[in-house]
């Protein structure tokens, strides 16, 4: 699949499957993001409760090292690639209020990805 590269890269109409409901998101492609993160809004719509998860991991932002809750979402799926059982950490991106996440390592780490910006294209195999 080949996508139009724009600064950030923000790819549209994700699709994130939980326990209870599915939901299209926004977010952008993060190479340096070790896992794909979702808002806890988009996580709670799916069926999860981030609160309530045994599981949490340190996540350092602009304001210090914060614990985050890590779980796995059953599905994502972008176009016509599936991946499940994908880990995930529920985070807020308050400076980036247009998306719902990052899309990074934890699912990105699976496929061939190329970015040729000279060309203006991401391509993912």
Same mark, same amino acid.
């Given at each position: /699949? ?13 699709? $994130? ?8 998101? &926004? /977010?952008?492609?993060? #190479?340096?993001?070790? %896992? #794909?993160?979702?808002? *806890?809004? #988009?996580?709670?719509?799916? +069926? %999860? ?5 045994? &599981?949490?991991? =340190? /996540?350092? #932002?602009? @304001? +210090? ?11 994502? @799926? *972008?176009?016509?690639? $599936?991946?499940? @059982?994908? =880990? $995930?950490?529920?985070? @807020?991106? =308050?400076?980036? $209020? ?28």
């Amino acid at each position: /699949m080949k996508i139009s590269l724009q600064i950030p890269i923000i790819i549209e109409r994700i699709k $994130v499957v939980g326990p209870q409901a599915s939901r299209e998101v &926004d /977010m952008i492609f993060d #190479t340096g993001a070790r %896992y #794909t993160s979702f808002s *806890w809004d #988009t996580l709670k719509d799916i +069926g %999860y409760d981030p609160a309530g998860c045994p &599981d949490r991991i =340190p /996540m350092i #932002t602009a @304001n +210090g090292s914060i614990e985050v809750p890590l779980l796995k979402v059953e599905q994502i @799926n *972008w176009e016509n690639i $599936v991946l499940k @059982n994908v =880990p $995930v950490i529920c985070h @807020n991106i =308050p400076e980036l $209020v247009s998306v719902d996440g990052l899309l990074g390592l934890s699912f990105l780490q699976h496929f061939e990805i190329f970015l040729n910006f000279k060309q203006g294209i991401l391509e993912i195999k």
